[in-house]
């Protein structure tokens, strides 16, 4: 049985709280507790990166969750122009780690050029299916 909920934030940076807190009571109310903190964080970077450098002014941002079988995902839309790229963070680097961190904590990771924008996906495997 596949679960799935979408919603829509504005460009905000109190959407990004908002998105993870969505995604956690989402979590919850599925009963996944495993890799939860994991999915938080990466949603948080994803909304982040929403907010900063993908949602044209007056837009939205979409976060998309899940789960089927023992698989969660987001996906993190916006239809802005370009494509981020993943960078290894230099030591003294103060910004740059967002994709990176949801590369590394992620089990699956795709950016996906659409019509309008990109939709950037996360995938995590669960133990307990």
């Known amino acids: 049985m596949s679960l799935s ?3 829509r934030f504005p460009r905000a940076r109190a959407s990004v709280r908002a998105a993870r807190q969505f995604v ?10 495993e890799r939860r903190d994991d ?4 949603v948080s970077e ?13 837009r939205e ?14 996906e993190v839309r916006d239809s802005g122009p370009g494509s981020p790229v993943v960078q290894q963070p230099g030591l003294g680097a103060l910004s740059g780690r ?4 949801v590369v590394e904590l992620a089990d699956e990771f795709q950016i ?9 996906l996360a995938g995590f495997k669960l133990a307990s299916a």
Do not use: M, Y
């Open 5 to 7: 909920r979408q919603q």
């Open 24 to 33: 956690g009571d989402t979590l919850g109310d599925w009963g996944v507790c």
């Open 39 to 42: 999915i938080r964080l990466c």
């Open 46 to 58: 994803l909304a982040t990166n929403a907010v900063l450098h993908g949602v044209p002014l007056g």
């Open 61 to 74: 941002f979409s976060v998309r969750l899940e789960r089927e079988g023992g698989i969660v995902t987001i």
């Open 98 to 101: 967002g994709l990176w961190l």
């Open 112 to 120: 996906r050029d659409e019509r309008v924008g990109k939709t950037i």
